[in-house]
């Protein structure tokens, strides 16, 4: 029996997952992080720690730098990148993604049509970073984990990113279509 004409490997590897199936699973892996490191999930926290690792690798001192010098952040540049949960968990959200894609047979390597679209994907990808750590948090860390504890920034955030997206599909349109 071929493994693709299997009744599993068609509900959970190529048939898309419900909504409600993916907002359960990430309810449950925001409460495990939550749980287990006693922090709300984020993911652009651990990148500040990977440049300064990869800063330290070429002989620099981002341990003198005022964001590393607050306890909470110096812990983590300390630690390593095996000894914090949050670059582990980003590991395992770019390793997840590409198996996800490997298994449901999506995954290709498309010709690049324009290089207006490589400049707006690298424009909209820096804005979006500087924009996360400004904001304490990208769409997980600010939103998912904010909303959900009910905090105020994550609310204005959800005001803030519908603005956002609507400024930004507006300049795509006219700059980069």
């Known amino acids: 029996m071929n493994i693709k004409d299997n009744a599993y490997y068609k509900k959970f590897l190529k048939e898309p997952w419900s909504y409600t199936a993916g907002a359960v699973i990430l309810a449950a892996l925001n409460i ?6 006693g922090k709300p999930w984020g993911v652009t926290g651990a990148f500040a720690n990977w440049g300064a690792w990869i800063y330290q690798v070429i002989g620099g001192h981002p341990e003198k730098w005022f964001y590393f010098q607050q306890k909470a952040n110096a812990a983590g540049l300390a630690g390593g990148f095996w000894n914090d949960a949050f670059s582990v968990s980003d590991l395992g ?56 504890s009910m905090s105020l920034h994550g ?4 005001i803030f990113i519908f603005i956002g997206a609507w400024i930004g599909s507006k300049l795509l349109v006219k700059y980069f279509m």
Not at 32 to 37: L, N, P, Q, T
Request: aromatic letters at 16%.
């Open 93 to 148: 959200i770019i390793f997840g993604a590409l198996l996800s894609t490997l298994l449901a047979s999506q995954f290709k390597i498309k010709k690049i049509k324009c290089w207006k679209q490589v400049v707006a994907a690298i424009l909209g990808g820096l804005l979006m970073g500087y924009g996360a750590r400004i904001a304490f948090g990208c769409n997980i860390g600010a939103f998912f984990s904010g909303v959900a």
């Open 155 to 158: 609310w204005i955030y959800v």
């Open 32 to 37: 495990a992080m939550f749980s287990s490191v």
